[in-house]
């Protein structure tokens, strides 16, 4: 089993600054891709930054220039820096980790979401 927690979320005004953070923990071998992703009201979930263990990165278009992933893995801990906050930027935003088991399975999980609320 893996468990997957964020934080970090809450409201803040455009243009300021929020950092989620992700923990992941359970009988963990090793983690593979950890990434986040966000929800907003009436859309589908969508990607906005993934890190892979050795570090590649992948960002939305959207997101590309004001947010920053990045991961402790001595923590298994993967972290989103989110600058220069748009009202667009308003969402669940969700944390994945794939990690492969100490019994050898390949499991995807997600947390329980964090809210992020950009104000005018």
């Known amino acids: 089993q893996v468990q997957v927690v964020e934080s970090g979320g809450g409201l803040v005004q455009a243009g300021g600054s929020l950092r989620l953070s992700c923990v992941a923990s359970?009988?963990?071998?090793?983690?593979?891709?950890m990434g986040w992703y966000r929800q907003a009201p009436g859309k589908q979930r969508e990607l906005v930054a993934t890190?892979?263990?050795?570090?590649?990165?992948d960002y939305a278009d959207s997101v590309k220039g004001r947010f920053t992933i990045s991961r402790d893995n001595a923590k298994n801990t993967v972290y989103l820096q989110m600058n220069i906050l748009k009202l667009e930027d308003t969402a669940v935003y969700y944390c994945?980790?794939?990690?492969?088991?100490?019994?050898?399975?390949?499991?995807?999980?997600w947390g329980q979401g964090t809210l992020v609320t950009v104000s005018s």
């Open positions: 994945n980790a794939a990690a492969t088991t100490q019994l050898g399975l390949y499991l995807s999980t």
């Open positions: 890190e892979t263990s050795d570090g590649r990165t």
């Open positions: 359970g009988s963990i071998l090793r983690l593979n891709i």
